[in-house]
């Protein structure tokens, strides 16, 4: 017993210590240990760019925010920001961020690094996110092609503009869009919900293995395919011409009546919207 409380006291001195190195020193996100004690500290670094066409990201462990703005630039800020590499070579933008931590140690605060890249509106023809763990926010943001692809974390996006083709992917976190317009897109979930919200949905394609899909207040054209393994979907305000509905486990009501699964409406509208669903209602209002 004694052994145990001599043991609990110098855990908590050493914790102290470490809580008085940071407090001393101020930026301080963490102290970790790897082959010798390291103080991580938060840095800023900002870089002006030229014309950017096309932007390919990947990281590890930030929260990435694509903004408009006047100024192309990239601002990262968080622990070894400057270890991040940016280069713009006849209007590609590369930004590769590792947020790996190696070793043990204590965290004072948040190890997540922030990736904040402005871009001028309807310069973007291609962009490229492949985000391991953090959250995404995009707003404003006009391209042609888009493939966006994230292990952990929340996806959220307004006014998003994307006209041509495009793939947004979660494995694990919601994807909220609103205000945005979306032509040829697909969304593929793993464990997470769906919504959309005022937003204009051209030949949309929805893939949800775990949650729910909510659409509201939107315009639909062309062919819109849901499908959900585990969840509700549901749409209000957001009419289209023809139906083809399927549920193996739930119910069907569309405007307010309830109909047997499978339930067809003008199936072949060239404006119509299919959604198959395992286990969960469907909901059309």
């Known amino acids: 017993m004694r052994k145990t409380a001599k043991w609990a006291a110098i855990i908590l001195l050493v914790g102290a210590l470490f809580a008085g190195i940071g407090a001393l020193m101020g930026g301080v996100n963490s102290v970790t240990y790897d082959h010798g004690f390291q103080v991580v500290h938060n840095e800023t ?150 919504s959309i919200n005022n937003s204009t949905l051209n030949s949309f394609t929805a893939t949800n293995s775990s949650g729910d899909t909510e659409i509201e207040h939107s315009k639909l054209t062309g062919v819109l395919s849901l499908t959900n393994r585990s969840g509700d979907v549901e749409l209000n305000n957001s009419n289209t011409s023809g139906y083809r509905l399927q549920t193996d486990s739930g119910n069907i009501s569309l405007h307010d009546t309830e109909h047997a699964s499978p339930y067809n409406q003008d199936p072949d509208a060239a404006d119509r919207l299919e959604v198959t669903n395992n286990s969960g209602d469907i909901d059309i209002e």
Do not use: C, M
Not at 59 to 67: K, L, M, P, R, T
Not at 97 to 103: A, M
């Open 45 to 194: 670094v900002t870089r002006k760019l030229g014309n950017v066409k096309q932007l390919e990201a990947d990281s590890d462990n930030a929260y990435v925010e694509i903004v408009a703005g006047n100024q192309a630039a990239v601002t990262v800020s968080g622990p070894d920001a400057k270890a991040t590499k940016i280069n713009l070579d006849n209007g590609i933008l590369t930004i590769a961020h590792s947020g790996n931590n190696n070793g043990i140690g204590f965290d004072f605060g948040s190890a997540e690094a922030h990736i904040k890249i402005t871009l001028p509106q309807k310069t973007l023809k291609q962009l490229n996110l492949n985000l391991t763990s953090g959250n995404l926010k995009l707003q404003q943001v006009t391209t042609k092609d888009a493939n966006i692809s994230l292990d952990s974390g929340r996806i959220v996006a307004d006014q998003l503009t994307i006209s041509h083709n495009g793939l947004l992917k979660n494995n694990s976190g919601d994807v909220e869009l609103s205000h945005s317009s979306l032509t040829k897109v697909t969304t593929q979930i793993s464990s997470g919900e769906l």
